[in-house]
């Protein structure tokens, strides 16, 4: 009779906690949903914009670049995969991939390096004047980019720009600069030296995320400055440089804006990038069809150098 008493009594116990445990577990997963809930009110509106005009447009691009397209009846003729024929054998494409492949090696010699030396100056400074000038070095980057070249447009202008001015100095002749088939891609690449922008700040926000007890530790072990940059903060935003490095070179492959703007693709084709000639092919030589067919290619060659970029990460982390 004890022992029935016992685990009558047991019973009764577990009886009382289950509704508690019940209104617990109850309670938790309404949390999570509205927890969700205000998750989507937040993220929904982007994402569908997202969608729209990320996704759908480039999918859009994919069916077009199936027809020979007519604008006054969409989508035109069906011709299979002829326009990546006409791209892929075209030695005007081929030209323009190359001239996007150089800037982006330009880029990388004189202007991608920069804001990171800027940056860890920028870290020796005290806390005062490092606010200021990362302000100072951020603020241009809140200008129109089209000021900014509209000034480098005068800048290399060859009859009263500034750079025939400056080399004049030192008794050399004037140069054609941006109408020079040799000088044009080093014109666009040159103002990389001043460095700034937004780079700087998400390097000096990588810098100031290392542990500061590594750096006091080394100069109690009598490290110097550059060794200290060599083997503690390099290392330690090496993720973002390779973070950056990636979106230098996709960059580097969509170029227009600034060679639209200084250039217009000159002289002749010395400065036309992949994205100029979508440009030209889609809307100056009206074969909407082929500039399509451009521009999935252009896509499929970016998932390449990303999807090789993920590969080397995985099998370094692997080693």
Known sequence: ??????????????????????????????????????????????????????????????????????????????????????VLSSVEFWQSLWVSAKLFLLSVLLGFWV???????????????????????VLPAALPSIANMTVWSYIWNPEYGLANEFISWFGIGPQLWLQSETQVLWCLRIGGLLGGGMNILLYSVAINGVNPEIYEAAKVDGASLFRCVFAITLPNIAYMIKLQFLLSLTGALLAFDDVYIMTKGGPGTASTTVVMNIYT???????????????????LITMIFVALQIFVKRRNNDG
């Open 1 to 86: 009779m004890r022992e029935f008493a016992e685990t009558a009594e047991s019973v009764e116990a577990q009886e009382a906690v289950l509704p508690e445990h019940s209104e617990k577990k109850n309670s938790k997963r309404m949390k999570n949903i509205r927890t969700l809930l205000l998750s989507l009110l937040f993220v929904g509106p982007t994402f569908i914009l997202f969608l729209v005009f990320g996704y759908i447009v480039n999918f859009q691009s994919l069916f077009y670049s199936l027809f020979s397209f007519d604008y006054g009846n969409p989508p035109g003729t069906f011709i299979g995969f002829q326009n990546y024929a006409a």
């Open 115 to 137: 804001p990171i030396v800027q940056a860890i100056f920028l870290n020796e400074l005290g806390k005062k004047s490092k606010s200021v000038f990362r302000y100072l070095y």
């Open 281 to 299: 092919k889609s809307f100056s030589q009206l074969n909407f069809g082929q500039g399509m067919a451009m521009s999935v290619v252009l896509t």
